[in-house]
């Protein structure tokens, strides 16, 4: 059996070598970049707009770090010349476990040698972008923000882990009301890239593979680093079908989000409500595009889920919530297909706990949870059918409010354990 080879430093020797030679920056922009070539050259080329629109004479550096791409996305990203005497670009394959952690990782240290005065980081894949995006997420740090979270417009269908629980999650246990944990696009001091380096038991885990956006989250909070949002319009990066493809990232990010409960208990059992995070930034009036998803086929997928794993759910749910789940299983009318948010809440809370009880098998465990998100997408999708963006966004907070009310069920659970 082959193992994974550790690596020092996520970095290359010949982009050691160009930072050496670049000596410092003031500013440097990473993008964790796999099988982009569509879409990396409009990121890069609205990025060096932002920066001479914005910043114009600031010592820039723009770093794609890629993770593999077989594709051209590396060649893409070389060729494109920024007629920009203060913007360098570095493009490389980084070193260590794959995924967009280590890609972080690497930034992180090219940000450690050249002491930028801010960093930012974008997804590579974003249709969105604009050069104010560069300016709403840079600025903050300039200004003593250590860690700046994207605050973005999105369709009341998008978003739907986020929706569902990384937000509710984040603002319940953590009393921070940052509306996209998972957002991908952040700007981050210096002092907090070094504080994540710092944290070496990190870079060799699945973290650094896929939870590694509500990790750096969650850790600015719990460690009391200064934290804002940044107003960021609509997000386009290709819409995700819950039912399509969502369900081995919902493991991946509510994985990280109980793992991270078992390190922080202390913090959360403590933590109070919740507060209101700054949004800053010119308002970019931009509305998310509309789009429809598959409730026939989640709900397919929850009653299948439902025939194979009855057992483990009777084992972990409450009888009241499963008993509606029954009941879920044989609806046949699509309208009629709805989930109480209380019994949903319930539900989270007693999977982070049986997550935590079952150390060896815990993410068997957490794949049997999938088909219930999936149930409760279908449901949400019908409960914000007729709701506009504003309305919407009144239901997610109304939401995330009845998983603060309900929290001390969770400490009950937890403590039962203790």
């Known amino acids: 059996m082959s193992m994974e080879r550790r690596y020092s430093t996520a970095l290359r020797n010949h982009v050691r070598e160009k930072i050496e030679r670049l000596g410092g920056a003031d500013i440097l922009i990473g993008v964790p970049a796999y099988h982009c070539e569509d879409s990396i ?15 114009h004479g600031a010592k820039a550096v723009v770093m794609v770090a890629d993770g593999g791409s077989t594709d051209d996305t590396r060649d893409v990203a070389r060729a494109y010349d920024e007629k920009s005497y203060n913007i360098e670009k570095i493009v490389s394959i980084y070193r260590g476990i794959p995924g967009k952690g280590t890609a972080l990782r690497a930034i ?13 980081v974008f997804d590579s894949d974003l249709l969105s972008i604009s050069p ?43 009393g921070a009301r940052i509306r996209q944990p998972i957002g991908g696009d952040f700007g981050v001091s210096l002092k907090l890239a070094r504080h994540y380096l710092d944290r070496e038991d990190v870079w060799e885990t699945d ?39 969502l369900g081995p990232m919902y493991r991946q990010v509510v994985g990280t989000i109980f793992q991270l409960m078992e390190r922080h208990v202390e913090h959360w059992k403590r ?28 709900i397919e997928y929850f009653q299948i889920g439902f025939r194979n794993f009855n057992g483990v759910w009777g084992q972990i ?26 019994t949903w809440v319930r539900m ?18 957490l794949d049997t949870m999938i088909p219930l998100y999936y149930a409760r997408v279908a449901s949400l999708a019908n409960e ?5 963006q504003i309305q919407s966004e009144q239901y997610f907070d109304s939401q995330a409010r009845i998983f603060e009310d309900m929290k001390g069920y969770l400490i009950q659970l937890w403590e039962r354990r203790t």
Request: proline content about 5%; some cysteine; overall charge negative.
């Open 132 to 174: 104010d995006w560069i300016r709403n997420v840079l600025q903050p740090i300039q200004e003593g923000y250590d860690f700046v979270a994207p605050d973005y417009n999105r369709y009341k269908l998008d978003a739907t882990i986020t929706n569902t629980i990384a937000y509710n999650l984040t603002r319940a246990l953590y």
């Open 108 to 120: 992180f240290e090219v940000a450690k040698f050249l002491r930028p005065s801010a960093l930012a």
């Open 271 to 298: 933590t109070k409500g919740s507060v209101d995070i700054p949004s800053l930034g010119p308002v970019i009036d931009e509305q998310p595009t509309a789009f429809s998803i598959d409730q026939e086929h989640l």
């Open 317 to 342: 749910i409450e009888e009241q919530d499963l008993q509606i789940i029954r009941d879920l299983a044989h609806q046949e009318a699509l309208k009629e297909f709805h989930m109480p948010v209380e």
């Open 384 to 388: 914000v059918k007729d709701l506009n």
């Open 348 to 365: 989270v809370y007693r999977y982070a706990d049986a997550f935590h009880a079952t150390p060896r098998q815990r993410f068997k465990v």
């Open 41 to 55: 050259l409009h990121v890069i080329k609205t990025i060096s707009k932002g920066l001479n629109k914005h910043f």
């Open 207 to 245: 973290v650094a593979r896929f939870g590694i956006d509500i990790w750096m989250t969650t850790t600015a909070i719990v460690d009391g680093f200064k934290i804002c949002q940044a107003r960021l319009g609509a997000k386009v990066h290709g819409q995700k079908d819950p039912a399509a493809d």
